[in-house]
Protein backbone atom coordinates (compact mmCIF):
# COMPACT_ATOMS: atom_id res chain seq x y z
CA UNK A 1 0.00 0.00 0.00
CA UNK A 2 0.74 3.19 -0.67
CA UNK A 3 2.24 5.34 2.07
CA UNK A 4 0.17 8.42 3.47
CA UNK A 5 1.72 12.06 3.72
CA UNK A 6 0.03 15.21 4.91
CA UNK A 7 0.60 18.29 2.63
CA UNK A 8 1.10 21.81 4.07
CA UNK A 9 0.50 25.21 2.03
CA UNK A 10 2.47 28.45 3.43
CA UNK A 11 0.93 31.21 1.80
CA UNK A 12 1.69 34.71 2.56
CA UNK A 13 0.93 37.32 -0.44
CA UNK A 14 3.70 36.79 -2.73
CA UNK A 15 4.99 33.22 -2.16
CA UNK A 16 3.33 30.04 -1.84
CA UNK A 17 5.52 27.17 0.01
CA UNK A 18 4.66 23.48 -0.25
CA UNK A 19 6.15 20.53 2.37
CA UNK A 20 4.84 17.18 2.77
CA UNK A 21 4.91 14.88 5.56
CA UNK A 22 4.69 10.98 6.31
CA UNK A 23 1.90 9.64 9.48
CA UNK A 24 5.62 9.21 11.33
CA UNK A 25 6.44 13.18 11.36
CA UNK A 26 8.92 13.07 9.14
CA UNK A 27 9.29 15.28 6.11
CA UNK A 28 9.30 13.97 2.91
CA UNK A 29 11.67 16.04 1.58
CA UNK A 30 13.63 19.31 2.87
CA UNK A 31 13.75 20.84 -1.08
CA UNK A 32 10.47 23.09 -1.13
CA UNK A 33 8.48 24.18 -4.04
CA UNK A 34 7.85 27.63 -3.90
CA UNK A 35 5.72 29.42 -6.52
CA UNK A 36 4.09 33.01 -6.84
CA UNK A 37 0.74 33.30 -4.70
CA UNK A 38 -0.46 35.67 -7.48
CA UNK A 39 -2.83 37.31 -4.92
CA UNK A 40 -3.51 39.82 -8.00
CA UNK A 41 -5.09 37.16 -9.88
CA UNK A 42 -8.09 37.58 -7.27
CA UNK A 43 -9.66 34.52 -4.62
CA UNK A 44 -9.82 31.77 -7.47
CA UNK A 45 -6.80 32.44 -9.18
CA UNK A 46 -4.91 32.34 -5.10
CA UNK A 47 -6.44 28.79 -4.89
CA UNK A 48 -5.92 27.63 -8.59
CA UNK A 49 -2.53 28.61 -7.90
CA UNK A 50 -1.86 26.23 -4.08
CA UNK A 51 -3.57 23.18 -6.27
CA UNK A 52 -1.22 23.57 -9.12
CA UNK A 53 1.57 23.96 -6.70
CA UNK A 54 0.31 20.93 -4.76
CA UNK A 55 0.35 19.14 -7.83
CA UNK A 56 3.74 20.09 -9.28
CA UNK A 57 4.90 19.15 -5.92
CA UNK A 58 3.56 15.58 -5.87
CA UNK A 59 4.83 14.81 -9.44
CA UNK A 60 8.34 15.89 -8.17
CA UNK A 61 7.58 13.81 -5.40
CA UNK A 62 6.88 10.92 -6.85
CA UNK A 63 3.48 11.37 -4.89
CA UNK A 64 -0.59 11.14 -5.64
CA UNK A 65 -3.38 13.03 -5.02
CA UNK A 66 -4.79 9.52 -3.66
CA UNK A 67 -1.91 9.33 -1.01
CA UNK A 68 -2.84 12.25 1.09
CA UNK A 69 -4.87 11.94 4.08
CA UNK A 70 -5.08 15.46 5.33
CA UNK A 71 -3.50 19.02 4.58
CA UNK A 72 -2.69 22.62 7.07
CA UNK A 73 -2.74 26.01 5.23
CA UNK A 74 -1.00 29.15 7.10
CA UNK A 75 -1.75 32.25 6.03
CA UNK A 76 -0.81 35.10 8.27
CA UNK A 77 -3.25 36.87 10.22
CA UNK A 78 -5.82 39.13 10.71
CA UNK A 79 -9.00 36.84 10.08
CA UNK A 80 -12.14 37.40 10.97
CA UNK A 81 -12.32 33.74 12.13
CA UNK A 82 -11.44 30.36 11.76
CA UNK A 83 -9.77 30.78 8.11
CA UNK A 84 -11.58 33.93 7.55
CA UNK A 85 -9.20 36.79 6.11
CA UNK A 86 -9.80 39.97 7.79
CA UNK A 87 -8.46 43.15 6.27
CA UNK A 88 -4.50 43.37 5.36
CA UNK A 89 -2.31 45.44 4.30
CA UNK A 90 -0.14 43.01 2.29
CA UNK A 91 -3.33 41.55 0.41
CA UNK A 92 -5.59 43.04 -1.96
CA UNK A 93 -8.67 44.70 -0.21
CA UNK A 94 -11.30 42.03 -1.76
CA UNK A 95 -9.91 39.65 -0.01
CA UNK A 96 -11.13 40.91 3.61
CA UNK A 97 -14.11 38.63 4.60
CA UNK A 98 -12.47 35.34 2.25
CA UNK A 99 -13.70 32.50 3.69
CA UNK A 100 -10.44 30.53 2.54
CA UNK A 101 -11.23 27.73 4.56
CA UNK A 102 -14.55 26.60 2.95
CA UNK A 103 -12.50 27.72 -0.97
CA UNK A 104 -9.52 25.40 -0.67
CA UNK A 105 -11.34 22.85 0.79
CA UNK A 106 -14.15 22.66 -2.25
CA UNK A 107 -11.04 23.22 -4.54
CA UNK A 108 -9.16 20.18 -2.64
CA UNK A 109 -12.13 18.20 -2.82
CA UNK A 110 -12.60 18.99 -6.78
CA UNK A 111 -8.84 17.98 -7.33
CA UNK A 112 -8.39 14.67 -5.53
CA UNK A 113 -11.97 13.45 -5.91
CA UNK A 114 -12.71 13.32 -2.57
CA UNK A 115 -12.82 15.30 0.95
CA UNK A 116 -9.41 16.36 2.26
CA UNK A 117 -9.62 17.30 5.80
CA UNK A 118 -8.43 20.59 5.80
CA UNK A 119 -6.90 22.80 8.98
CA UNK A 120 -6.18 26.42 8.40
CA UNK A 121 -4.53 28.72 10.83
CA UNK A 122 -1.95 31.33 11.86
CA UNK A 123 1.53 31.37 9.77
CA UNK A 124 3.67 32.05 12.78
CA UNK A 125 1.72 29.50 14.93
CA UNK A 126 2.19 26.81 12.50
CA UNK A 127 6.25 27.84 11.93
CA UNK A 128 6.47 27.35 15.64
CA UNK A 129 4.75 23.31 15.71
CA UNK A 130 7.14 22.69 13.25
CA UNK A 131 10.30 23.75 15.34
CA UNK A 132 8.83 22.42 18.50
CA UNK A 133 9.12 18.93 17.26
CA UNK A 134 12.71 19.26 16.71
CA UNK A 135 13.55 21.27 19.91
CA UNK A 136 12.11 19.31 21.66
CA UNK A 137 13.07 15.89 20.31
CA UNK A 138 12.08 12.95 22.54
CA UNK A 139 11.05 15.26 25.56
CA UNK A 140 7.48 16.95 25.67
CA UNK A 141 8.47 20.12 26.65
CA UNK A 142 7.03 23.29 25.61
CA UNK A 143 8.16 25.48 23.28
CA UNK A 144 8.53 29.93 23.35
CA UNK A 145 8.72 30.53 19.74
CA UNK A 146 10.17 34.02 19.03
CA UNK A 147 10.75 35.27 15.54
CA UNK A 148 12.30 38.65 14.71
CA UNK A 149 11.84 39.72 11.11
CA UNK A 150 10.00 42.51 9.80
CA UNK A 151 7.56 41.79 12.15
CA UNK A 152 7.91 39.66 15.77
CA UNK A 153 6.34 36.63 14.93
CA UNK A 154 5.09 34.56 18.11
CA UNK A 155 3.89 31.53 19.22
CA UNK A 156 3.75 28.76 22.48
CA UNK A 157 3.63 25.29 21.62
CA UNK A 158 2.25 23.06 24.38
CA UNK A 159 3.18 20.10 25.18
CA UNK A 160 0.57 18.50 23.09
CA UNK A 161 2.45 19.85 19.88
CA UNK A 162 -0.43 22.39 19.05
CA UNK A 163 -0.14 26.37 19.40
CA UNK A 164 -2.04 28.42 21.81
CA UNK A 165 -4.37 30.25 19.71
CA UNK A 166 -6.44 32.06 22.19
CA UNK A 167 -10.50 32.50 21.63
CA UNK A 168 -10.07 35.30 18.60
CA UNK A 169 -7.32 33.45 17.66
CA UNK A 170 -4.72 36.61 18.49
CA UNK A 171 -2.99 34.32 20.79
CA UNK A 172 0.59 34.98 21.20
CA UNK A 173 0.64 38.35 19.56
CA UNK A 174 3.23 38.85 22.21
CA UNK A 175 5.08 41.43 19.77
CA UNK A 176 2.74 43.69 20.89
CA UNK A 177 3.36 43.95 24.16
CA UNK A 178 4.89 46.29 25.52
CA UNK A 179 8.55 46.22 26.44
CA UNK A 180 9.91 46.31 29.80
CA UNK A 181 10.94 50.19 29.55
CA UNK A 182 12.48 51.32 32.89
CA UNK A 183 14.67 48.15 33.24
CA UNK A 184 15.91 49.22 29.74
CA UNK A 185 16.34 52.59 31.17
CA UNK A 186 14.36 54.40 28.30
CA UNK A 187 12.99 57.55 29.64
CA UNK A 188 12.03 58.64 26.11
CA UNK A 189 8.74 58.37 24.38
CA UNK A 190 8.55 54.90 23.62
CA UNK A 191 8.82 54.10 19.76
CA UNK A 192 5.62 53.95 17.72
CA UNK A 193 4.13 50.61 16.66
CA UNK A 194 2.63 49.73 12.88
CA UNK A 195 -0.20 48.52 15.21
CA UNK A 196 -0.95 51.70 16.53
CA UNK A 197 -0.40 51.03 19.74
CA UNK A 198 1.46 53.91 22.06
CA UNK A 199 2.61 51.88 24.98
CA UNK A 200 6.12 50.78 23.37
CA UNK A 201 5.55 47.68 21.53
CA UNK A 202 8.22 44.81 21.96
CA UNK A 203 7.81 44.63 18.28
CA UNK A 204 9.42 48.27 17.71
CA UNK A 205 12.37 47.23 19.76
CA UNK A 206 13.15 43.72 17.97
CA UNK A 207 12.74 44.15 14.62
CA UNK A 208 13.07 45.75 11.60
CA UNK A 209 10.03 47.62 11.59
CA UNK A 210 11.33 49.64 14.59
CA UNK A 211 14.40 49.82 13.13
CA UNK A 212 14.52 53.56 11.67
CA UNK A 213 13.43 55.14 14.56
CA UNK A 214 15.90 53.23 16.95
CA UNK A 215 18.64 54.41 14.41
CA UNK A 216 17.94 57.63 14.82
CA UNK A 217 17.50 57.19 18.70
CA UNK A 218 20.85 55.55 19.56
CA UNK A 219 22.70 57.96 16.47
CA UNK A 220 22.33 60.42 19.52
CA UNK A 221 24.77 58.27 21.15
CA UNK A 222 27.46 58.18 18.15
CA UNK A 223 27.69 62.27 16.82
CA UNK A 224 31.20 60.86 15.07
CA UNK A 225 29.58 58.14 13.14
CA UNK A 226 29.61 58.54 9.66
CA UNK A 227 26.04 58.01 9.27
CA UNK A 228 25.11 61.17 11.50
CA UNK A 229 26.40 63.20 8.45
CA UNK A 230 25.62 61.21 5.70
CA UNK A 231 21.97 62.24 3.55
CA UNK A 232 21.54 58.28 3.24
CA UNK A 233 17.96 57.68 3.81
CA UNK A 234 16.96 56.79 7.06
CA UNK A 235 15.35 53.39 5.89
CA UNK A 236 18.40 52.12 3.65
CA UNK A 237 20.88 53.05 7.06
CA UNK A 238 18.81 50.73 8.89
CA UNK A 239 18.66 48.31 6.45
CA UNK A 240 22.44 48.09 5.94
CA UNK A 241 23.09 47.60 9.79
CA UNK A 242 23.12 43.92 10.05
CA UNK A 243 26.13 43.90 7.51
CA UNK A 244 27.63 46.77 9.26
CA UNK A 245 27.06 44.87 12.91
CA UNK A 246 28.93 41.72 11.44
CA UNK A 247 32.41 44.04 10.29
CA UNK A 248 31.79 45.54 13.95
CA UNK A 249 30.35 49.03 13.05
CA UNK A 250 29.98 49.79 16.88
CA UNK A 251 26.66 52.04 16.12
CA UNK A 252 25.63 48.58 14.37
CA UNK A 253 26.99 46.34 17.32
CA UNK A 254 25.08 48.19 20.16
CA UNK A 255 22.01 48.60 17.92
CA UNK A 256 21.80 44.60 17.84
CA UNK A 257 23.07 44.65 21.69
CA UNK A 258 20.08 46.17 22.80
CA UNK A 259 17.74 44.96 20.81
CA UNK A 260 19.21 41.44 22.25
CA UNK A 261 18.37 42.97 25.51
CA UNK A 262 15.02 43.60 24.73
CA UNK A 263 14.53 40.35 23.46
CA UNK A 264 15.85 38.74 26.88
CA UNK A 265 13.57 41.03 29.19
CA UNK A 266 10.73 39.90 26.37
CA UNK A 267 11.78 35.75 27.15
CA UNK A 268 11.65 36.83 30.75
CA UNK A 269 8.38 38.37 31.11
CA UNK A 270 6.57 35.38 28.65
CA UNK A 271 8.34 32.83 30.56
CA UNK A 272 6.50 34.31 34.07
CA UNK A 273 3.31 33.60 32.36
CA UNK A 274 3.90 30.22 29.71
CA UNK A 275 6.73 29.03 31.92
CA UNK A 276 8.36 27.35 28.62
CA UNK A 277 11.30 24.48 28.86
CA UNK A 278 12.78 25.69 25.54
CA UNK A 279 12.77 29.33 23.62
CA UNK A 280 13.58 29.30 20.19
CA UNK A 281 15.13 32.24 18.42
CA UNK A 282 14.59 32.20 14.87
CA UNK A 283 13.79 35.32 12.30
CA UNK A 284 16.28 37.10 9.92
CA UNK A 285 18.43 37.28 12.75
CA UNK A 286 19.39 33.62 13.22
CA UNK A 287 19.54 33.24 9.55
CA UNK A 288 22.41 31.11 8.33
CA UNK A 289 22.70 32.39 4.47
CA UNK A 290 22.83 36.24 6.04
CA UNK A 291 24.42 36.33 9.13
CA UNK A 292 27.92 34.91 11.05
CA UNK A 293 27.67 32.27 13.70
CA UNK A 294 29.79 35.21 15.88
CA UNK A 295 26.78 37.68 15.03
CA UNK A 296 24.10 34.99 16.25
CA UNK A 297 26.02 33.80 18.96
CA UNK A 298 26.66 36.97 20.39
CA UNK A 299 22.71 37.53 20.29
CA UNK A 300 21.69 34.50 21.69
CA UNK A 301 24.61 35.32 24.09
CA UNK A 302 22.85 38.55 25.50
CA UNK A 303 19.26 37.58 25.11
CA UNK A 304 20.06 34.59 27.41
CA UNK A 305 22.57 36.84 30.12
CA UNK A 306 19.64 39.65 30.31
CA UNK A 307 16.84 37.00 31.03
CA UNK A 308 18.28 34.88 33.33
CA UNK A 309 18.27 37.23 36.63
CA UNK A 310 14.42 37.38 36.10
CA UNK A 311 13.65 33.57 35.84
CA UNK A 312 12.36 31.53 38.73
CA UNK A 313 15.60 29.38 40.25
CA UNK A 314 14.46 26.48 38.63
CA UNK A 315 13.48 27.85 35.61
CA UNK A 316 17.09 29.28 35.48
CA UNK A 317 18.38 26.00 35.75
CA UNK A 318 16.67 24.15 32.51
CA UNK A 319 15.44 26.81 30.46
CA UNK A 320 17.04 26.44 27.34
CA UNK A 321 17.18 29.66 24.94
CA UNK A 322 18.29 27.95 21.29
CA UNK A 323 18.35 29.17 17.91
CA UNK A 324 15.66 27.65 15.25
CA UNK A 325 16.73 25.16 13.04
CA UNK A 326 14.47 24.72 9.95
CA UNK A 327 14.00 28.10 8.48
CA UNK A 328 12.03 29.09 5.74
CA UNK A 329 10.66 25.52 5.52
CA UNK A 330 8.78 25.67 9.25
CA UNK A 331 5.80 27.61 8.32
CA UNK A 332 5.07 24.61 5.53
CA UNK A 333 5.92 21.78 7.10
CA UNK A 334 4.21 22.93 10.45
CA UNK A 335 0.76 23.26 8.82
CA UNK A 336 1.36 19.49 7.66
CA UNK A 337 2.09 18.37 11.45
CA UNK A 338 -0.87 20.08 12.59
CA UNK A 339 -2.99 18.15 9.81
CA UNK A 340 -1.31 15.16 10.98
CA UNK A 341 -1.90 15.98 14.86
CA UNK A 342 -5.58 16.81 13.85
CA UNK A 343 -6.20 13.43 12.13
CA UNK A 344 -4.64 11.39 15.32
CA UNK A 345 -6.68 13.61 17.68
CA UNK A 346 -9.93 12.34 15.13
CA UNK A 347 -9.22 8.88 15.22
ZN1 LIG B 1 2.42 46.96 18.24
Known sequence: MERRIYIGADSGATTTKIAAIWENGDAVTTQLLQRKTNSHAGRDGVVAGWIAAIDEFLTANGLDWRQIAGAGLAIPGPYLGRGIMDKSPNFPAEFAGWN????????????????????????????????????????????????????????????????????TLAGLEAGH???????????????????????????????????????????????????????????EKAFSLRDRAQKDDPLAVAIFDFQARVMGLHIANLAMTLDPGIVVIGGGLMDHSTTTPKFRERYLRIANETARPYLWNLQRDTIRIIPASLGDLSQAIGAALVALYAGQNAG
Not at 114 to 126: E, T
Not at 154 to 165: D, M, Q, R, T, W
Not at 180 to 199: E, F, H, M, N, Y
Request: hydrophobic share 40%; with cysteine.
Open 100 to 167: VQEHFVRALAAKAGRNIPLQVGNDGNYGGVAEARVARGNCNASVLMLMPGSGLGCAYIGANGLPLEGD
Open 177 to 235: APAVLQVLGITAKPLSCGCGRDWGCVEAYTTISGLPQLLAEKLKDFPDHEFATSSMPIR
